[in-house]
């Protein structure tokens, strides 16, 4: 890969930005039939787009050295190979920043360069940071070379990689195929936040029609609000390798009309194999969670999984979600998570609404060879103390547009989803906005369609 440096001059960023003769250069369309400036190589100094213009990510670009790159509102980055075929990539390594400052009606827009888009066009964007994960002081980041600029981890779980707010993101989840084992297809998502601390802010991201994972949260201790993922070929939201943060407000979204799933769930997460295994264990603390899967006529694809995919000793905490349409079940629990989970060890199911295209399989268990109905998970879900729900019907939900080519996840004032929150507890009392509502849309539709939520 041809490396080009950075630096805060005029000539340093017409070579950055170059369109010179025999660089790969894309025409992005506009009716000025002007060609893309292109970033490629490395940034080592702080950067600054311009707003609303278009620009090409040719192969891997790293952001080293402490550099600050800002993108503002209206930017669109295409991204594609460089000519030694090394997939588009963003990569903010540690000590490095990313500002992504879009607005609803100006987002910034990462999609592919291909006239004909598909999922694996590109890789996606990597934000390395410096917080705790359960893989030691620092780990490289599988599927990307080995080197410094691909560590990620540390002991600052208040560390600052930027802030990211209304971003776009398609057709990422593509590796070399050298690189292409299996922790590195999970971790090739349209956005990846590995070991990043809670310093760094992050709400109203989307990513659509990634080959793989939506989101991949890698160890770490960053808190999300407002996120959507939407068509996705595996896990639409994973966590593993001992990510502790907080998320409310997250919307998963599969059609009928989906092509690309790959073992697809849409939640997952993971610590290791061993149940007493490295720690800190992996921890999502979720709230205000809908989770929308492919409907009945999907029942015999087997690439389309469960709604919630419990397992390898992970602990986790759902409350306040509604969790639907999913052919293999609602919540599925692996062997060797379930007696974690029903001894209370670190992990709560709470305040949810739980349907399944198979009734039976609301509550299921993961036996290798075969997923099973569950009747002491579901007993446990169902008690007194944890106050879940089992909903027959999905229209019982009373979404407004659920399954329309434009959704609509609002719940209406008669649905069983529009009461019954709850925030009681040590792990809701920062960061949560108490609502009444269960799932991720009550009253203000934040995920309509705009130039910021595309649903296509």
């Known amino acids: 890969m041809r490396k080009i440096t950075a630096f805060a001059s005029v000539l340093s960023l017409l070579t950055l930005f170059s369109c010179n003769e025999g660089d790969d250069v894309i025409n992005p369309g506009n009716p000025s039939e002007q060609k893309a400036d292109t970033l490629q190589g490395v940034i080592t100094s702080d950067l600054a787009l311009k707003q609303d213009q278009t620009y090409y990510l040719k192969g891997q670009v790293y952001v080293k050295n402490n550099a600050v790159?800002?993108?503002?509102?209206?930017?669109?980055?295409?991204?594609?190979?460089?000519?030694?075929?090394?997939?588009?990539?963003?990569?903010?390594?540690?000590?490095?920043?990313?500002?992504?400052?879009?607005?609803?009606?100006?987002?910034?827009?990462?999609?592919?360069?291909?006239?004909?888009?598909?999922?694996?066009?590109?890789?996606?964007?990597?934000?390395?940071?410096?917080?705790?994960?359960?893989?030691?002081?620092?780990?490289?980041?599988?599927?990307?070379?080995?080197?410094?600029?691909?560590?990620?981890?540390?002991?600052?779980?208040?560390?600052?990689?930027?802030?990211?707010?209304?971003?776009?993101?398609?057709?990422?989840?593509?590796?070399?195929?050298?690189?292409?084992?299996?922790?590195?297809?999970?971790?090739?998502?349209?956005?990846?936040?590995?070991?990043?601390?809670?310093?760094?802010?992050?709400?109203?991201?989307?990513?659509?029609?990634?080959?793989?994972?939506?989101?991949?949260?890698?160890?770490?201790?960053?808190?999300?609000?407002?996120?959507?993922?939407?068509?996705?070929?595996?896990?639409?939201?994973?966590?593993?390798?001992?990510?502790?943060?907080?998320?409310?407000?997250?919307?998963?979204?599969?059609?009928?009309?989906?092509?690309?799933?790959?073992?697809?769930?849409?939640?997952?997460?993971?610590?290791?194999?061993?149940?007493?295994?490295?720690?800190?264990?992996?921890?999502?603390?979720?709230?205000?969670?809908?989770?929308?899967?492919?409907?009945?006529?999907?029942?015999?694809?087997?690439?389309?999984?469960?709604?919630?995919y419990i397992r390898k000793a992970t602990r986790f905490a759902v409350r306040n979600s509604i969790i639907a349409e999913y052919p293999q079940g609602g919540l599925m629990v692996c062997m060797k998570t379930r007696p974690v989970l029903l001894k209370n060890e670190g992990s709560e199911f709470k305040y949810n609404l739980v349907h399944s295209d198979n009734a039976a399989r609301a509550f299921t268990w993961d036996l290798n060879t075969e997923v099973v109905a569950d009747p002491e998970l579901e007993k446990f879900g169902l008690n007194e103390t944890n106050q879940?729900?089992?909903?027959?019907?999905?229209?019982?939900?009373?979404?407004k547009s659920p399954y329309a080519q434009t959704p609509d996840f609002t719940v209406s004032s008669e649905s069983v989803a529009a009461t019954g929150a709850n925030f009681s507890g040590n792990d809701y009392t920062s960061f949560f906005s108490p609502v009444a509502f269960r799932g991720a849309v009550g009253g203000e539709n934040w995920a309509a369609a705009s130039n910021w939520a595309v649903w296509k």
């Open 69 to 308: 790159l800002t993108i503002p509102a209206g930017v669109t980055v295409t991204a594609g190979s460089s000519k030694d075929k090394q997939l588009g990539a963003l990569v903010i390594t540690q000590g490095a920043k990313l500002f992504v400052n879009g607005t609803s009606e100006r987002p910034v827009v990462f999609t592919s360069a291909a006239a004909t888009k598909a999922p694996g066009d590109w890789a996606g964007i990597f934000v390395l940071g410096k917080a705790p994960t359960n893989l030691g002081q620092q780990a490289n980041l599988p599927g990307l070379a080995v080197s410094a600029d691909t560590k990620f981890g540390g002991d600052v779980a208040t560390d600052n990689s930027g802030s990211i707010s209304y971003l776009r993101v398609a057709y990422t989840g593509g590796l070399n195929p050298a690189n292409e084992d299996e922790w590195a297809i999970d971790l090739a998502s349209g956005l990846t936040l590995a070991g990043v601390g809670t310093g760094t802010k992050v709400s109203h991201v989307m990513v659509t029609n990634s080959k793989d994972d939506g989101f991949q949260f890698l160890g770490g201790t960053v808190n999300a609000k407002n996120l959507i993922a939407y068509n996705n070929g595996d896990d639409d939201f994973d966590f593993d390798r001992g990510y502790t943060g907080k998320l409310q407000f997250l919307i998963s979204y599969r059609t009928k009309t989906t092509t690309h799933a790959l073992r697809a769930n849409a939640m997952e997460s993971l610590n290791d194999f061993d149940a007493l295994g490295p720690q800190p264990f992996t921890r999502p603390v979720i709230s205000n969670m809908t989770i929308i899967g492919p409907q009945g006529a999907e029942t015999t694809k087997t690439n389309l999984n469960q709604g919630v």
């Open 388 to 399: 879940n729900k089992v909903i027959s019907s999905f229209a019982d939900f009373k979404l």
